[in-house]
């Protein structure tokens, strides 16, 4: 059993793409306005700019997809009817093959990744705001409840991986959904449309500024 998911997650919200945020460093919220960052994220504003690799070229709606890497690439072919086993998943495979099968993911250049990018690209898809969503339907390739703690602490001590960020979205989008908790008994064909709750979502916001005192 992880002896402390709490201080993995918080060490995790680093200004830096997987950079390990110490003792005393103000979250990577700092770096975008801070209280300004969540309102922005609450409001919906800037959700309009591009989140996938070579930009979205949507024929259908596209909902929300989120999950482990491999499993999201798979899940993306099997829709174009291409399904093969995937080892590794480059960012911009993912991005071409889940454009093609109407799939809004989260895949921009590391260099302009870190988890506040990933937290609003979340609070987009749970209010609908992605381009070309249309609705705020999200599915979550891989279970939920398949998920254990104890492979949060993997192979790194002081630093995370990009499994463990799929662990946090989780978490993220229990806190700022009313159902939060249905997430955690969807499959992979399921539809999920988070209840957005304003008063859930400055509740996180006062839990993450918190964070920095």
Sequence with gaps: MMRNPSHKFWSMWDSWSFGTRKKGKAGCWASYGGRDFFDRMKSGQGCDKPWMLGGEHFKAPAPALLGFDQAILEFCLTKLGRWHKVWFAPNGEIAAE??????NVLRVR???WNVCVNAQWQACAATGHLPGQESNIMHFVTPPSSLMLEALEGSKVDGYRMEDVY???LCVLNEICEN???IFGTQP?????CRHSPARFDAFRELMLAMDR
């Design 167 to 169: 662990y946090l979205e």
């Design 189 to 193: 064909d399921d539809s999920f449309r």
């Design 180 to 182: 939060g908790g249905d």
């Design 110 to 112: 590391e260099a302009d």
């Design 98 to 103: 889940c454009s093609r099968a109407n799939e």
